[in-house]
């Protein structure tokens, strides 16, 4: 069965976006661009919340055809085309969208479904941040793995990653990697995914 991973970056005191919802505390650089990229360009499936998705809407399928569009520009605009991208929603219509799935209801049974369907050899879905996505699967335990960026930030208020956590999540590390600029990779699988 694939994967729902959650994907994001989080401050050392565990905030993945200021108190408004600021992201301009992470940090990015070419090598962390090209670390995540090689491990995304062997998804074809990718998970937002709405917010998440109509800012994403908003720039990468023209990001590439922008004058001095960065490499990372062109690479992710270019995989944004291609993947299938789910969206968990109850506003938001799917009628116009391309290559576009929205979940409104039976969310659990819906992403089964999905995590059940047959696949080119990609196991991972990747949630992309999305906090309150990320907090409604995590209360059906729904998430697999957490695909975490550490930032050298201490926030002190914010959006938490964890809210609401009833139960131990016991988790399984599987790779670990720092970048020059002060970010650490943590990629974890929940401990008993075997057995779900």
């Known amino acids: 069965m694939r994967k729902i991973i959650s994907f994001m970056h989080i401050s050392l005191d565990g905030f993945v976006a200021g108190p408004n919802g600021e992201m301009n505390w992470i940090k990015v650089d070419q090598d962390i661009f090209d670390h995540v990229g090689k491990r995304i360009s062997e998804g074809d499936t990718s998970l937002y919340g709405r917010k998440t998705f109509e800012m994403m809407e908003g720039y990468w399928p023209t990001a590439a055809d922008k004058p001095g569009a960065t490499k990372h520009d062109i690479e992710h605009s270019k995989w944004y085309s291609k993947v299938h991208k789910v969206v968990l929603s109850k506003t938001l219509k799917e009628a116009g969208l391309t290559n576009t799935t929205v979940i409104s209801d039976n969310l659990a049974e819906r992403l089964n479904e999905i995590k059940k369907s047959p696949t080119d050899g990609s196991e991972d879905i990747l949630l992309f941040g999305s906090p309150t996505a990320t907090h409604s699967l995590m209360q059906q335990?729904?998430?697999?793995?957490?695909?975490?960026?550490?930032?050298?930030?201490?926030?002190?208020?914010?959006?938490?990653?964890?809210?609401?956590?009833?139960?131990?999540?016991?988790?399984?590390?599987?790779?670990?990697?720092?970048?020059?600029?002060?970010?650490?990779?943590?990629?974890?699988?929940v401990d008993n995914f075997d057995e779900k």
Request: glycine fraction near 8%; include cysteine; charge should be positive.
């Open 141 to 189: 335990n729904l998430i697999d793995g957490y695909w975490l960026f550490v930032n050298p930030i201490i926030l002190g208020q914010g959006i938490p990653l964890f809210v609401d956590i009833k139960e131990k999540i016991k988790l399984k590390l599987l790779t670990t990697r720092s970048f020059t600029c002060g970010v650490t990779e943590l990629n974890y699988i």
